[in-house]
């Protein structure tokens, strides 16, 4: 699948600082030192329904964690799924009496022109599940012949007792996996699994559903979690640096996707940090497809709303806190935004050296967003108040926006 066109980066004067992040396997800050080429895996789009604000966050967290490693001189691998066939797609298309394959397409497309609008770097591969299906078999197949699959009429579950690691990824007790499993695209209540909580690998052919040619395992479909792993290992390989996603992920997917790598290579873990950005609600609950209580980046850009200030109400909340989106929210947003542009238009200001490095000691600072804004804010208060005297302070401001947190002024 093609991604979408990558905005400049500009570089900016001095020294980036690595990356510090949370790490929701370890539950601490880990400082990330990766190679020349660091690897980012971070879980795409279910294409049935446009971007939402929710969406939006989280890749916007992921956006950050590019540009900070850019700003080391880093090149980054970033790789990223798009689950073109799963249940939730297949039921949309057909209460909307679509094809699922043109929904799929439809939705994906316009994901695109959000990301790009938002100035969101691309993904140097971007996969859909559909075309990952023939690095897919393999692999559940090598888990059967490893004694970690077994089959249920037809289907093959992946046997969570097999992977000594299982649960290291999330920390729930079994109540809470239960819970979530059933919540979460699993089957707990399936009569014969070996362990409730073991997922789908591979689903045999059901009526009136697509279904591909699956080798030994009969024809049918993939599971979830086993897609992004095939896509991860297929283009990263084990130990890349983060496996990002909503926080909403990290069980049972970014869990049982650690499970499926660790078995079949034997290695620990799949990724360095698994990272997770918080929750976006809307009228107190989170945003979601299912829920319908959406805000979409494609509806308000429609509105006329500049995506500059949209990136700009996203970096106002620090990625890992569940936050509200309000129309004050965007109002504050499009208000710093006219203040920032105003300012970077003068012909000189106060030298921008200091908030250069403020922004990016709160970025490398477990992605401080709302800290970066305020090194900014701060800038741009002083020119206000004192003027000054440094003609290279405004394209500098300008760039370090740009290139830090993705803001085109
Ligand atoms: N295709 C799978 C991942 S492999 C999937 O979860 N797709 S999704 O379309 O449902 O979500 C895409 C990304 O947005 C995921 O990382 C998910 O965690 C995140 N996300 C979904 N809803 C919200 C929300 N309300 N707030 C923040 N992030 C969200
Ligand atoms: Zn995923």
Redesign the pocket.
């Known amino acids: 699948m093609h991604a979408w066109p990558a905005s400049e980066v500009p570089a900016l004067p001095g020294q980036g600082r690595d990356l510090r992040i949370h790490d929701t396997a370890t539950g601490a800050p880990v400082t990330l030192q990766p190679g020349p080429v660091a690897r980012l895996y ?6 049935y329904d446009a971007t ?4 939006a ?3 916007n967290a992921f956006d950050l964690v590019q540009r900070v490693w850019l700003d080391t001189k880093r090149q980054v691998h970033y790789v990223q ?3 073109d066939v ?1 249940d ?1 797609l297949l039921e949309r298309a057909e209460r909307d009496g679509l094809d699922w394959t043109a929904l799929a397409e439809q939705e994906t497309k316009l994901f695109r022109e959000d990301m790009t609008a938002l100035r969101m770097l691309p993904p140097r591969h971007y996969i859909g599940a559909v075309e990952a299906i023939p690095g897919i078999v393999p692999l559940v197949e090598r888990l059967r012949e490893l004694g970690a699959a077994y089959d249920l009429e037809g289907d093959v579950y992946f046997s969570v007792e097999s992977d000594p690691h299982f649960g290291e990824v999330s920390h729930l007790d079994a109540a809470a996996m239960r819970l979530l499993s059933a919540e979460r695209g699993g089957d707990p209540d399936r009569p014969g699994k070996k362990n409730p909580l073991d997922p789908m690998l591979w689903m045999a052919a059901r009526e009136g559903e697509p279904s591909w040619d699956g080798g030994s395992l009969g024809r049918g479909r993939p599971g ?1 979690h086993i ?2 792993v095939a896509i991860a290992l297929d283009h990263l390989g084990m130990g890349f640096d983060v496996q ?6 990290a069980f049972p ?1 970014h869990e049982m996707g650690a499970s499926h790598a660790q078995v079949l290579t034997g290695e620990f873990p799949m990724a360095k940090a698994y990272v ?6 809307l009228d107190g609950e ?4 299912s829920k319908g209580n959406l805000v979409f980046v494609s509806r308000l850009r429609r509105d006329g709303v500049d995506p500059a200030a949209i990136r700009l109400a996203l970096h106002a909340h620090h990625y890992r806190s569940d936050w509200e989106w309000t129309d004050q929210v965007l109002r504050d947003a499009v208000a710093r935004l006219e203040r920032w542009r105003a300012a970077v238009s003068r012909p000189d200001g106060p030298a921008a050296e200091d908030m250069v490095e403020a922004v990016r000691a709160a970025l490398a600072d477990d992605l401080n967003a709302p800290e970066a804004l305020a090194a900014v804010d701060r800038w741009v208060t002083r020119q206000g108040e004192a003027g000054g005297t440094d003609g290279s302070a405004p394209g500098v401001v300008s760039r370090t926006v740009d290139a830090l947190l993705g803001v085109a002024l």
């Open positions: 971070v879980c795409g789009i279910t294409p939402h604000m929710g969406h966050a989280t890749y799924n798009v689950t799963d939730p979830w897609e992004c990002g996603g909503g926080s909403d992920l997917h997770h950005a918080g929750m976006v609600a989170k945003m979601s497809k």
